[in-house]
T-cell receptor, first 111, second 115 residues
């Protein structure tokens, strides 16, 4: 079966750095995504990792270790607008299109 | 920036009725998707569509559901004989390439409430 685990909720301070972890157990691996979802809105693509290592995009970076079934999303210089849920999703093994989603991590930013 | 648009934003329907959710994908995109998210729960894949046919579907997408691209711009999800448990946010997404480096762009969703 496929399973994705993320912390339910995290709290961080404006201007700080936060790391959101994601572990996955799938029968194969075909890529991992991070999406941001503000309450009541659509998910917005943040990053995609298929090879081990760190991908950096401005204030956001995503890391993948395939051998450990582990990824993290790193957010730097946190802003109040970063308060949202962060969804980890993996491409279903053998699939071109289907994404399997984690339950999301609700990130609360405090001043 | 082009975006995926969905209508209506909120649909209220009596149990047992049919409902059609509408989506206009980004104009040069060729791959279309429907997802649903029950309140407080995970996003769930329903179906993907390419070249006027379903390319993949999940276990959720049973005979109650169907998709159609009736013209060059719209992509619809039909739910027949709705049930209370169909109440959810339904997201349409599109991409111009199934290559994962080309992300799926999501619409703002239709909130479906079954009474």
């Amino acid at each position: 079966g496929q399973n994705i685990d993320q912390p339910t909720e995290m709290t961080a301070t404006e201007g700080a750095i936060v790391q959101i972890n994601c572990t996955y157990q799938t029968s194969g691996f075909n890529g991992l995504f991070w999406y941001q979802q503000h309450a009541g809105e659509a998910p917005t693509f943040l990053s995609y990792n298929v090879l081990d290592g760190l991908e950096e995009k401005g204030r956001f970076s995503s890391f993948l270790s395939r051998s450990k079934g582990y990824s993290y999303l790193l957010l730097k210089e946190l802003q109040m607008k970063d308060s949202a849920s962060y969804l980890c999703a993996v491409r279903a093994p053998g699939s071109n299109y289907q994404l399997i989603w984690g339950a999301g991590t609700k990130l609360i930013i405090k001043p | 920036e082009p975006e995926v648009t969905q209508t209506p934003s909120h649909q209220v329907t009596q149990m047992g009725q049919e409902v059609i959710l509408r989506c206009v994908p980004i104009s040069n995109h060729l791959y279309f998707y429907w997802y649903r998210q029950i309140l407080g729960q995970k996003v769930e894949f329903l179906v993907s569509f390419y070249n006027n046919e379903i390319s993949e579907k999940s276990e959720i997408f049973d005979d109650q559901f169907s998709v159609e691209r009736p013209d060059g711009s719209n992509f619809t999800l039909k739910i027949r004989s709705t049930k209370l448990e169909d109440s959810a946010m339904y997201f349409c997404a599109s991409s111009d390439d199934p290559n994962p480096n080309q992300p799926q762009h999501f619409g703002d969703g239709t909130r479906l409430s079954i009474l």
